[in-house]
């Protein structure tokens, strides 16, 4: 594994613009991915996870969003948010890919599976239909779907939904893309599904080299495949850390409470803990940590002044009060 | 409770649809106007006076006289009168057919759902001017006789309306929970299934008004609707079809037709404004 | 698919019966016969019993509908009662002008009401915009008949570019310029509402289209956005499109009657009014048999269309 910066997030803000007022989505979100790496972003729904994959990739501003000057994507040292509309179309797919949430709905219901991948391997590659379509069905056969040749020249509502997002994936990495944005990819399947396409993601991180940001709210999900992990909330990062750190040593208490929040099967509980509150309103300025309304380790501190992210000794961010004392620095705002 | 908040929203929604509201005010007033202009002003739609045929507008007749001496004006008035009554009349009986004919083939699964939508796609799949002047050969060409033909006619779109919305609706656990509890299907239909889909009803009508009103218009202007001497927006322009009034005497045709179009626009916009006001998700 | 075509053939007969059969009985229930207008006052009852009984109208009007349904599968349609003409003869030279105006109306109408549509959902409060509301509004207030007037009184009355009314001039020569101008105004008359009811029905099936996930996806893909909102979007909503172009066609039908009465043009439009007024049963009978027969081959059309762009139907 190469050991350069692939690609560079730095402080990145996307807002809407609401009847309410100014909505901040992604308010300073910053992150580095090298290749091969996996990230894995968590955070509840509202957290703003979504919307800063579309905006690395400057899809939100057909959405209704706006990307805030100053923010910086930088991929293998170019800033991608300043290329123009055509450069940026030649971006998306080829060097960074994306995959959703609903792989039902994902997919062109009137063409088949043929033409809207050899649509994406020919607008990206100098390949003709002929070999276009050849490339395409050997990476169907790298998917595990059976019987490739004759799901080629189906439609998306005869596939099921696991092999729906088998065809996504294909899709996706068939250019071979450096960064692999994966937006929820396990949300709206089965479990057993949910596994199965996991252990594929897991098997072509290991082929294929490419960078993985796996965007989830599902804590389960990026044990099995992160090597880092960021937790987001209201917005902003507020924890990072290796899977490790973040698994073991949660330091934040939105960590901690989520994952004190998940169930286990291993031991006997009463009830199941829930983070009390609920997320707020962004659209309303906020003194002090975005957290504190919810936070059970509250200081006075907190209600005055939003914590900046603080670097611990062993290379852990966290954005928390408590943790000034002992950082090493203050790692950004 | 639940009901109130909803119809407060839904009022504030409406009010906020600058478009439908200036509509709405100027339905009012038009409506006013046709209800009480007769009984202040001394209108009088049906005298010939003799010497003023084919008047100008002037002094005497705001929007001049027609070919036998009679006032226009007071003719738009009186025929605003037919006019909107056929609408609304019309409209009504639709729906009064429509809606229970959709919640019956929504709410029953067997062959009388297939039976009547089937009906359904044959009277949708008509040209209903065709129909239309066929049974007003056989009834007779009045006001009545529209009112009745429009009325029998226009259910259909009431009916695949609340039959989606049935079907939508009668999979929801409250339903299930009022069968479960014993409702017959009649109180599961009336007073479950019924309320949610009133507000798409309320839409069409407005819109059935609107349709209602041209089509009546459509039908006098052919001589197939309301008859003479009784004035209806539609006779009123059937006029034009000489050449001499359409091109000497505007003033016999022009007004009345740009009142029918004012009417129909803001009954138009209006449904449009209820619409947005009834479904939360539209943005205003 | 073939089977799929099949079903829908079999559903259009016993709509055919249904229609004629309504028909026939409700011309049969207004009030006067066609006797009355050949009765003579020299003839005595027996002589007026005698002529209706050859007209076949004393017998039960089902058993009038099963002759007519025989003689008509004969491709005999009788005879006008107004005219003496067979029928078919008098529709005959009647179908092609309807055609021509009501083929013209569509197209115009898809055309400009499509593009319109499509432009106002991808280019927000531009000019196509506002252009694409503003028809929208006129087709949708303004009845055809006024519309008409009103043009004839600008363009025919006032500034004399074109002509009032009939199909071509009276020199005789049937020249295709001539016609295009004689169908200017009828066209636009007609096609206003149409327009401005496509026009509403493709900007909102483009809307809803455009916020579907599998755009984003094709945008996420790297396609260009043209290709991704003329491509990918539009070829499904050409979906409802379709659909209710399809549900717009018997208003086309009725509306070419009142525009044929204002232009005089000779089609069955006029045909149908004159035989409303005089009770000609035949000629009504055989004008709502062509009337059906085109309804429901346009359907036929409309769902093969559908089958052809929607890949979901065909099974």
């Not at chain 2, 505007?250 to 138009?268: D, E, F, S």
């Not at chain 3, 260009?224 to 979007?233: F, G, I, K, S």
Request: aromatic share 8%.
């Amino acid at each position: 594994m190469e050991d350069k910066i692939l690609l560079k997030v730095d402080h990145l803000k996307t807002f809407f613009k609401t009847k309410s007022g100014i909505l901040p989505a992604v308010n300073g979100v910053s992150f580095t991915l090298k290749r091969g790496e996996v990230l894995g972003v968590v955070g509840e729904s509202g957290c703003g996870k979504s919307v800063m994959s579309m905006s690395i990739l400057k899809l939100i501003e057909k959405y209704g969003g706006k990307v805030q000057e100053g923010s910086s994507v930088e991929l293998e040292g170019r800033q991608v948010l300043d290329l123009p509309e055509k450069a940026m179309c030649d971006l998306r797919g080829k060097e960074i890919s994306m995959i959703s949430q609903d792989p039902m709905t994902s997919l062109n219901p009137v063409f088949t599976v043929e033409k809207q991948m050899v649509e994406m391997i020919c607008r990206h590659t100098d390949m003709d239909k002929k070999r276009a379509s050849a490339h395409a069905l050997s990476w169907l056969k790298r998917v595990g779907i059976p019987e490739a040749e004759k799901r080629m020249k189906e439609y998306p509502y005869q596939l099921s939904g696991g092999m729906c997002q088998r065809v996504i994936i294909a899709m996706a990495l068939s250019c071979d893309p450096k960064v692999l944005i994966a937006d929820e990819p396990t949300t709206a399947l089965d479990v057993t599904i949910q596994a199965q396409i996991l252990d594929l993601l897991r098997k072509l991180r290991d082929d294929v080299n490419a960078a993985i940001i796996l965007v989830t709210h599902d804590m389960g999900v990026v044990a099995g495949m992160a090597d880092n992990i960021m937790v987001m909330y209201a917005g902003k990062a507020v924890e990072y850390g290796t899977k490790h750190q973040v698994f073991k040593e949660a330091r934040h208490p939105y960590t901690q409470g989520l994952l004190a929040s998940v169930p286990r099967l291993d031991r006997q509980e009463e009830k199941l803990y829930a983070i009390p509150g609920n997320v707020p309103n962004l659209t309303q300025k906020i003194e002090g940590c975005i957290f504190r309304d919810r936070c059970t380790k509250r200081v006075e501190k907190c209600a005055g002044e939003a914590p900046p992210q603080f670097l611990l000794d062993n290379g852990q961010r966290v954005r928390c009060w408590l943790y000034q004392e002992e950082a090493k620095e203050v790692w950004d705002e | 409770m639940k009901k109130n908040v909803f119809l407060r929203d839904a009022v504030g929604r409406f009010v906020r649809h600058r478009v439908a509201m200036v509509s709405l005010i100027i339905l009012v007033l038009e409506i006013l106007s046709i209800l009480l202009l007769p009984l202040i002003l001394d209108l009088d739609p049906f005298t010939s006076y003799p010497g003023q045929f084919n008047q100008a507008p002037g002094n005497r007749f705001l929007f001049g006289t027609d070919a036998v001496g009679r006032d226009i004006f007071s003719r738009i008035i009186y025929g605003g009168r037919v006019s909107l009554s056929v609408g609304f009349i019309a409209a009504s009986i639709s729906a009064l057919i429509g809606v229970p004919l959709g919640l019956i083939a929504g709410f029953y699964d067997n062959g009388v759902r297939g039976v009547i939508m089937r009906i359904v796609d044959i009277f949708m799949s008509f040209p209903a001017l065709v129909i239309q002047m066929v049974l007003v050969t056989v009834l007779g060409a009045s006001a009545r006789s529209l009112m009745l033909v429009l009325g029998f006619l226009g259910w259909t779109g009431y009916t695949r309306l609340v039959y989606s919305k049935v079907l939508s609706v009668k999979q929801e656990v409250y339903v299930e929970a009022a069968r479960s509890t014993g409702a017959t299907n009649l109180t599961q239909m009336v007073r479950y299934i019924l309320p949610n889909a009133m507000a798409p009803v309320f839409v069409t009508f407005s819109f059935a008004v609107a349709g209602n009103i041209l089509a009546e218009s459509g039908l006098s202007f052919l001589g197939l609707g309301v008859q003479l001497p009784t004035p209806t927006w539609g006779n009123m322009i059937r006029d034009a079809q000489t050449l001499s009034t359409l091109m000497y005497r505007p003033w016999m045709w022009i007004p009345a037709g740009v009142v029918l179009v004012a009417t129909v626009v803001c009954i138009n916009f209006v449904g449009d404004g209820l619409r947005a006001a009834l479904d939360p998700k539209i943005k205003i | 698919m073939s089977k799929y075509i099949i079903k829908r053939i079999l559903v259009m007969i016993p709509v055919f019966f249904g229609m004629t059969a309504l028909v026939f009985f409700l011309s049969n229930m207004t009030p006067g016969s066609p006797v009355d207008a050949m009765i003579t006052p020299e003839m005595s009852v027996e002589d007026v019993e005698v002529l209706r009984h050859r007209m076949g109208l004393d017998q039960p009007v089902y058993v009038q509908y099963v002759k007519w349904l025989g003689r008509m599968l004969e491709g005999n349609l009788g005879n006008s009662y107004r005219t003496s003409n067979p029928v078919i003869k008098d529709i005959g030279e009647r179908v092609v002008p309807t055609l021509i105006l009501t083929l013209t109306v569509l197209a115009v109408g898809v055309v400009v009401g499509v593009t319109l549509g499509v432009l106002a959902a991808c280019r927000p409060y531009s000019i196509w915009d506002t252009l694409a509301s503003g028809l929208s509004f006129v087709g949708s207030g303004m009845p055809g008949f006024f519309i008409a007037l009103l043009l004839v009184y600008c363009f025919s009355v006032k500034l004399g570019w074109l002509p009032t009314g009939g199909m071509y001039s009276n020199a005789g020569t049937r020249a295709f310029g001539d016609l295009a101008r004689h169908m200017v105004l009828p066209t636009i008359s007609m096609a206003m509402a149409s327009a401005g009811n496509y026009i509403r029905q493709t900007r909102s099936a483009m809307l809803e289209v455009m916020g579907e996930e599998y755009v984003k996806m094709a945008r996420a893909k790297g396609m260009r956005e043209p290709v991704v909102l003329y491509v990918h979007a539009l070829r499904n909503a050409l979906l409802p499109i379709v659909t209710s172009i399809g549900m717009s066609v018997p208003g086309l039908v009725g509306g070419a009657v009142i525009i044929e009465q204002i232009f005089g043009w000779p089609g069955m439009g006029t045909l149908m009014v004159l035989s409303v007024t005089y009770r000609d049963y035949p000629v009504i009978m055989g004008i709502t048999m062509y009337i059906t027969i085109a309804v429901l081959f346009t359907n036929l059309v409309m769902d093969l269309l559908y089958a052809v762009l929607d890949p979901r139907i065909r099974n």
